[in-house]
T-cell receptor, first 109, second 114 residues
Framework: GQNIDQPTEMTATEGAIVQINCTYQ??????LFWYQQHAGEAPTFLSY??LDGLEEKGRFSSFLSRSKGYSYLLLKELQMKDSASYLC??????????WGAGTKLIIKP | ETGVTQTPRHLVMGMTNKKSLKCEQH?????MYWYKQSAKKPLELMFV???????ENNSVPSRFSPECPNSSHLFLHLHTLQPEDSALYLC?????????????FGQGTRLTVV
């Protein structure tokens, strides 16, 4: 079967750095997405990785290792507004998006 | 504002009611999707429309009936639902199904079946 694993919940401190991991087992691979979802709001696109390595976008970076079936989202200089759920999704060989259950990130002052 | 608008935002319905969820996108996309999001579970893809043609129906019960009159509008018709159907229903759109482009989501309809 196809599976995406990510931690259910994480807590971090304002101003710090946090890394949210995602591991996947899918039938084929055609890219990995990270989305942010604030409570009661739409998921919004954060990043897309299809090749191995690090993609940086301001305070957010996403890393991919296809051989390990592994990605992480790195958030730097955490702000209170970063409190949200972070969803990892992999596009499989049929171009279907397989979603993780999301990681709820709690930022404390 | 993501360019995808869903109405209503909240809906409470009885098991014998019939209601419809509406989704509209102003992004010029050709693919539209319905997802179900339950607490602490992965997003479940329900239906996919590509250029107004339904291309995916992921074993969704017939009490959920989609309609896509054009590339900008998507409906989900609901009838005789069960309490376990209570969830957040998300609509999304993308340039074209099966491409490496991201999907844009609406804010969802929070459905409660009583």
């Amino acid at each position: 079967g196809q599976n995406i694993d990510q931690p259910t919940e994480m807590t971090a401190t304002e101003g710090a750095i946090v890394q949210i991991n995602c591991t996947y087992q899918t039938s084929g691979f055609n890219g990995l997405f990270w989305y942010q979802q604030h409570a009661g709001e739409a998921p919004t696109f954060l990043s897309y990785n299809v090749l191995d390595g690090l993609e940086e976008k301001g305070r957010f970076s996403s890393f991919l290792s296809r051989s390990k079936g592994y990605s992480y989202l790195l958030l730097k200089e955490l702000q209170m507004k970063d409190s949200a759920s972070y969803l990892c999704a992999v596009r499989d060989s049929n171009y279907q998006l397989i979603w993780g259950a999301g990681t709820k990130l709690i930022i404390k002052p | 504002e993501t360019g995808v608008t869903q109405t209503p935002r909240h809906l409470v319905m009885g098991m014998t009611n019939k209601k419809s969820l509406k989704c509209e996108q102003h992004l010029g996309h050709n693919a539209m999707y319905w997802y179900k999001q339950s607490a602490k579970k992965p997003l479940e893809l329900m239906f996919v429309y590509n250029f107004k043609e339904q291309t995916e129906n992921n074993s969704v019960p017939s009490r959920f009936s989609p309609e896509c009159p054009n590339s900008s509008h998507l409906f989900l018709h609901l009838h005789t639902l069960q309490p376990e159907d209570s969830a957040l229903y998300l609509c999304a759109s993308s340039h074209r199904a099966g491409e490496d482009t991201e999907a844009f989501f609406g804010q969802g309809t929070r459905l409660t079946v009583v």
